[in-house]
């Protein structure tokens, strides 16, 4: 129930954020130049083409701004992962283990890093929505947006590994992929986030 609450507190914040986002670019039409910006950032990822997908709806509130473009790519991802934390949870309470314990650990040592991971990519959003200041200063505040966004990259795929030893079957596959598919996200952010905190100059 804590989660639930404090999930969905925080999946407002982050719609009011994209929305903010979006609606601010509204006024001014996107342009190849801004989608040209994506592709090309996206490049830098480990995953350019899921990262193109998930960011080039946001073209027109980015508008070639590569802080912009690590806030957005943030926030989609925060959003992933609450959606995975929500469907970590139900199945915790709902999946039939087929009286295999080690299904059920992999399962809720799941639930518990991906709502870690959840923690760590929300403050994250909430400190690229704080940034300020210039060179050193506005380093240090990306350097803690690089660690809790590694934080949370581990945290994911320690939910993958706890399923190595589980045998195959539907919730494996079912789990495993969604989950794979939030650390890919996450991976493409963090490298988004590292492409910004490359341009800052140093006073």
Not at 92 to 111: E, L, W
Request: charge should be positive.
């Amino acid at each position: 129930m804590k989660f639930q609450i404090r999930s969905t507190i925080f999946f407002f914040f982050l719609s009011t954020t994209l929305l903010t986002l979006t609606t601010a670019g509204n006024s001014f039409p996107p342009t190849s130049n801004d989608t040209d910006f994506i592709r090309t950032s996206c490049r830098t990822t480990l995953y350019p083409q899921i990262c193109y997908t998930s960011l080039s709806g946001y073209s027109s509130a980015v508008q070639q701004d590569p802080g912009r473009l690590a806030r957005v790519a943030i926030g989609v991802t925060l959003s992933k992962a609450t959606h995975m934390a929500r469907y970590v949870s139900n199945i915790s309470r709902k999946a039939d283990y087929a009286g295999i314990p080690r299904v059920a650990a992999a399962v809720h040592d799941c639930f518990s890093v991906f709502g870690d991971a959840v923690d760590e990519i929300r403050g994250s959003l909430r400190q690229m929505r704080r940034l300020n200041g210039s060179g050193e200063s506005l380093r240090f505040q990306l350097s803690n947006v690089q660690t809790w966004m590694s934080a949370a990259l581990t945290n994911e795929e320690t939910c993958t590994d706890g399923f190595e030893d589980v045998p195959d079957g539907g919730l494996k596959a079912d789990v495993c992929g969604r989950a794979v598919k939030v650390k890919e996200v996450t991976s493409n952010a963090l490298a988004l986030v590292n492409g910004f905190a490359n341009t800052i100059q140093a006073p």
